[in-house]
């Protein structure tokens, strides 16, 4: 898994008996600086872009290659061992409303790399059939957190934040709250130099503007109601650059930025989870001392916790998600819940590249 956040690969492997599953080994491989860089530029439109798109997606597989030959050594396996490998691949444009997303990986070269057969393309079947392509990870969520006397909510807080809902009864609920991470990690590389703010701690220096706060909140996206998804093609720098002023100091900025974020998923949970009882979080946000810290504030008659209170740690939850989502297609079952995707049906996600 390599998410919005654009900072590496994850990289699991996943032991099932029968439907249980067991993470048994783990590895992280940080994206260089120029593959960061040309992901980046790739998110807008620019001269010779398809191109760079080809050249990007071979010097991805290359690195996917590198980061399951370390995870296999890791583990003393061998490619033979593995089933296939599920592979998300870089997003790098999300228009459902348009009928496409893309994300970059050439699948077909990672299966000669690795010597494994490989799934990739889990999103293009979801939105044929009208859904959203996204989120996925409920399915998986569902299968490993529900819990039959306990309404529980997993909230993943990547570059964005998703959401799903596990009532003890009735349809999962699961999309997309808004931005996570990914505007407060471009805002502190673009003044500081720094890849994230750690535990919230820049943030923690500054106060919260408030008209800024509500112009950000006013976004339509936050009034639509799920099925939905959203990425860097709603929420970039550049279009937190239209509403600042001269005189926001970036701290404040930043600490606004976290509110953004802890508002907009505390507002999903109050109008889209009701009932729930138990908070678990996952992704790089769940390491943010102060979000976690006004998300609890803010929801303060629900418990939070971490995915490790569940058995999954909360940096492997979604590379896990993927190795079980292809474990469904190498075993032709749906990988989706139309209940959240908006898809006309469940459908076999994903296109599998036999090696």
Known sequence: MSGTSLDGIDAVILAFDNNLCQVTHTHSLPYPEYLRTALLALHTPS??????????????????????????????LHPADILAVGCHGQTIRHRPELGFT??????????????????????????AADGQGAPLVP???QALFAHPEIIRTVINIGGIANLSYLPIQGSITGFDSGPGNMLMDAWIQRHLGRPFDASGTWAATGRVIEELLQSLLAHPYFEADPPKST?????????????????HSPADVQRTLLEFTAHSICDAVNRYCP????????????????????????????????????????????????AWLARQTMHQQPGNLPAVTGAKGPRILGAIYSH
């Open 231 to 247: 990425g860097r093609d709603l929420f970039s720098l550049a279009w937190l650059d239209a509403f600042l002023q001269p005189d």
């Open 139 to 141: 399915a998986f969520h």
């Open 47 to 76: 001269d010779n872009e398809l191109e760079q798109a080809a050249i990007t997606s071979n010097r991805l597989s290359q690195l996917y290659a590198q980061a399951i030959t370390q995870l296999l050594a890791k583990a003393q």
């Open 275 to 322: 009932g729930t009882e138990e908070i678990y979080l996952c992704g790089g946000g769940a390491y943010n001392a102060l979000l976690v810290q006004r998300l609890q504030q803010v929801l303060s008659l629900v418990r939070i916790g971490l995915t490790d209170e569940l058995g999954l740690p909360v940096n492997w939850v979604e590379a896990a998600a993927f």
């Open 102 to 127: 893309l994300q970059l990986g050439n699948n077909a070269l990672l299966a000669e790399l690795a010597e494994i057969t490989v799934v990739g393309d889990f999103r293009s079947r979801d939105i």
